[in-house]
């Protein structure tokens, strides 16, 4: 177990042109379960490689516990990495890829060994595996027994790059609960890797959203998709994603509306509204952000939006009405609620629902949230 931190780490491919990871630095507390999410290409999978030692930084410090790793080799550092593609050693048994790190990485005895291999295939629910060979396996105890390879070893350290996207969604759903029960029960600090931002939301204590090798926020679940550092997080977290709309602020008299959509749209905002973010409007031009979820209809004119409805999407749940606004624009309305294509309805939304952007920076204006919360800790 062991904190880890990252400070100013930077990894450039090809003589610089390429820069996968930009100046990241963060913090990740003894025993907590951090996810790393963003789109292709953002540089996940390089900072997980980094930590791992699989990478050589081309600046910056990475330390795990007390320690500074920056230039231990990856065979002396603490850490499990878990694959997406199992890597396990076809010509093993499950039995001796569990114990073949054991060998590597400590001086046990074989009956000291042979008993942890027990012991974790146990726990992972794979004893009756243990004499098999990994193309005996289906893809969900392959994943197991990866699993088990990791924790058998105790490591400081899990590094998890994609572990469960090689699997359908139904044992993807059991295989998280399952990771999470065990990172739980073992307190061992982990660090996640997906592009699947459900994934990060459900599983993570915390997570790092990447875009362009930079880091865009860290934070909990629940504060990144209420807070959103930016109009990049915004979008990207939240399924289906935040509605944006171009909005320039107009002030009549001791109030402000946000007018936009050439004219169609004009929100007045309340008095208390404009008292608490007066900062905040003081630039007039915005991207407005709305939540799919926050979008309601109504029968009233003032402050609303009539806008055609393009298809309806029904999910069980909810359904999601696409609406010929702004480009792309949905509202998550209640199932009971099923409008044609080609109808025309009135929305609104609640101020406090509202997300502000600088249209120039993307940045969250009304927000909390300071420039990329690097450094915050829980
Ligand atoms: P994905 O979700 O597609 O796996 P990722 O977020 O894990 O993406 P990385 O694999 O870390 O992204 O890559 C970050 C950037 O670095 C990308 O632009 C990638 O093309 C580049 N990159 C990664 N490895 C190398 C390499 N060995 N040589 C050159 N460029 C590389």
Redesign the pocket.
């Known amino acids: 177990m062991a904190r880890v931190r990252v400070e100013s780490l930077r990894k450039e ?2 003589v610089g042109t ?1 820069v ?1 990871v930009d100046d990241l630095n963060l913090e990740i507390e003894d025993g907590e379960f951090v996810t790393v999410v ?1 789109p ?7 900072t997980l490689r980094m930590l791992a030692g699989l990478e050589e930084p081309t600046s910056g410090t990475i330390s795990i516990g007390a320690e500074d790793v920056t230039d231990v080799h990856a065979k002396n550092r603490d850490v499990a990495m878990v694959f997406q593609n199992y890597a396990l050693y076809p010509h093993k048994t499950v039995f001796e890829n569990m114990a073949f790190g054991l060998r590597m990485s400590t001086d046990m005895n074989e009956a000291e060994r042979e008993r942890q291999v027990v012991e974790t295939a146990e726990m992972m629910d794979i004893e009756g595996l243990l004499e098999d060979k990994p193309d005996q396996l289906s893809g969900g105890q392959k994943q197991r027994v990866a699993l088990g390879r990791a924790i058998v070893r105790e490591p400081d350290v899990f590094l998890f790059d994609e572990p469960l996207s090689n699997l359908d969604a139904k044992l993807r759903t059991t295989m998280r609960a399952e990771i999470q029960r065990l990172q739980n029960e073992l307190g061992i600090t982990a660090v996640y890797v997906t ?1 699947d931002q459900h994934e990060a939301m459900t599983m993570g204590d915390r997570i790092v959203i990447l875009e362009g090798g930079e880091l865009q926020q860290l934070g909990k679940p629940t504060d990144v998709y209420e807070n959103p550092a930016n109009e990049f997080v915004g979008g990207f977290i939240g399924s289906p994603s935040m509605n944006f709309v171009d909005v320039e602020g107009d002030t009549r008299g001791d109030t402000v509306h946000l007018t936009g959509l050439e004219g169609e749209f004009d929100f007045e905002l309340s008095r208390a509204y404009v008292d608490q973010h007066v900062d905040s409007l003081s630039s007039n031009r915005y991207t407005l952000g709305i939540r799919p979820e926050n979008v309601v209809f109504t029968d009233d004119d003032r402050n609303s939006i009539t806008a055609r409805v393009s298809v309806v999407e029904p999910v069980g749940s909810d359904n999601f009405l696409h609406l010929d606004i702004a480009g792309e624009f949905i509202a998550r309305v209640d199932p009971a609620i099923e409008p044609q294509p080609g109808e025309d309805v009135t929305l609104t939304f609640d101020e406090d629902d509202i997300h502000l952007f600088d249209s120039e920076t993307g940045r969250d204006l009304l927000g909390s949230s300071e420039e990329p919360q690097a450094m915050v800790t829980s």
């Open positions: 491919y090809d390429v996968a963003g292709s290409g953002c540089g996940k999978t390089t592009h």
